[in-house]
Nanobody, 133 residues
């Protein structure tokens, strides 16, 4: 059974940092490279991609709004995705979701071309990030 379990959200003041973690478990993602990433949704807004990665290659995408401040990484041994968020701003407030999906073969730019939004993949339950000014 596939499970994505996030942790690490919380409330911080502007300029602070948080580190989100997502443990990806299940046979589907244990033996295959996959698209992994972080999405966020603010109240009244659509869910948007923040940072995505293809676990089989050094390929990463960042939304313009977070470039230079956020870093996505993976620990393959622990099958865990991370999102290090520095210099947080009030506009970073929202619910952050971890997602994973097997890409087509070959993956090309599917995972990190800036347009990946899982249709048949898996999502975590979300973790709240609140940044106060």
């Amino acid at each position: 059974q596939v499970q994505l379990v996030e942790s690490g959200g919380g409330s911080v003041q502007a300029g602070g940092s948080l580190r989100l973690s997502c443990v990806v478990s299940g046979y589907t993602y244990s033996y295959s490279s996959y698209c992994g990433g972080w999405f966020r949704q603010a109240p009244g807004k659509e869910r948007e991609a923040v940072a995505t990665i293809y676990t089989g290659a050094p390929s990463i995408y960042y939304a313009d709004a977070v470039k230079g401040r956020f870093t996505i990484s993976q620990d393959s041994a622990k099958n865990t995705l991370y999102l290090q968020m520095n210099s947080l701003k009030p506009e970073d407030t929202g619910t952050y979701y971890c997602a994973a999906e097997l890409p087509p073969s070959p993956p090309g730019t599917y995972c990190t071309g800036g347009y990946w939004h899982p249709r048949s993949g898996d999502w975590g339950q979300g973790t709240q990030v609140t940044v106060s000014s």
